[in-house]
């Protein structure tokens, strides 16, 4: 098979499977060779795992995964990427495609029937649109999952990785770092794409673990106060809480004394082991 970064080879399979773009499902395919070997390295392409892969394109991500991985089952929603990568895939065995949304598809299932005896890893090039919500579903399912590594849009990666307890931090990032641990991995700029977006790119890694679903009570009080808090982040935490929880803003004065945060402490303000703390005592509020 030819280099599917060269732009001459894509073109071709433009033209030979009258393919065009789809802006609405993020597709902005890969044209720069050195990314592709560089994600599934961290990606965890190697014996003994099996890579579930979102949204193949043409295949060029997909290739570097198969020739280092046990297995790769990719699912992707475009049923016009079928036929490609049919031709562009042919000499992996160890590849699979779903034609199927990644939202609807259940992954507990495809890693109980596609990899037996394998660790299991996530790696890909996400359609932006969606990257939130992929990501969530991700941890929020608890699939065995030895890490996620994915390309996102750089804004969205600064987001995701952020220190809690810093102006960059936000609900999203609170809510990965309650499954797992995120980190930056490598900057890629939007000319390696085709089309090329209007904004860079960053592939980054989260390793799914216990830590602080160990620590934090009650679950659905964890995930209330974030999302109470930092929809109103320009508030007081004390302001948005007490109407995200319907509380009386003295009891809230008097749980934050105890805790050791001002009567003006802001959302941006507090760590994840402070974010845990104020969780725990709100759920312990008859
Ligand atoms: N992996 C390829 C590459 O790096 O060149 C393509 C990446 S492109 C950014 C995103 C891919 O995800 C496209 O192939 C698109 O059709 C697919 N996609 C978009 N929405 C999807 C969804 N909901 N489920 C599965 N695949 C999706």
């Not at 394109?57 to 570097?64: A, I, K, N």
Request: net charge negative.
């Amino acid at each position: 098979m030819k280099e599917l970064t060269n732009i001459s080879v894509i073109k071709e399979l433009l033209a030979k499977y009258g393919f065009s773009f789809s802006k609405g499902l993020g597709q902005n395919f890969l044209i720069n060779p050195s990314v592709c070997p560089k994600i599934a390295e961290y990606g965890l392409a190697k014996e003994g795992f099996g890579i579930i892969e979102i949204g193949t394109g043409f295949g060029t991500l997909s290739r570097e995964l198969a020739k280092n991985a046990e297995k790769v089952v990719a699912v992707e929603i475009d049923q016009r990427l079928i036929p490609v990568l049919d031709e562009t895939m042919s000499d992996f065995e160890n590849f699979k495609v779903i034609n199927a949304d990644i939202m609807e598809t259940d992954l507990a299932k495809l890693i109980d029937d596609e990899f037996k005896g394998l660790k299991t890893a996530v790696c890909a090039n996400l359609p932006y649109y969606i990257t939130s919500p992929v990501i969530m579903m991700l941890l929020e399912s608890e699939l065995p999952l030895e890490a996620i590594t994915v390309m996102v849009q750089k804004e969205a990666a600064d987001r995701l990785c952020a220190e809690m307890g810093t102006r960059a931090c936000g609900a999203v990032t609170a809510a990965v770092r309650f499954y797992g641990e995120a980190q930056m991995l490598f900057k890629v700029s939007r000319g390696s794409f085709m089309p090329a977006p209007n904004v860079d790119s960053a592939v980054i890694q989260i390793c799914p673990n216990n830590h602080y679903k160990k620590m934090v009570n009650d679950k659905t009080m964890f995930f209330k106060i974030i999302k109470g808090a930092f929809s109103q982040r320009r508030k007081t935490l004390a302001n948005s809480l007490s109407s995200a929880l319907s509380l009386n803003k003295e009891l809230l004065y008097d749980i934050f004394e105890r805790l050791g945060h001002s009567k003006n402490v802001r959302c941006e303000q507090l760590t994840m082991e402070q974010w845990t703390e104020l969780s725990n005592a709100l759920s312990e509020i008859e």
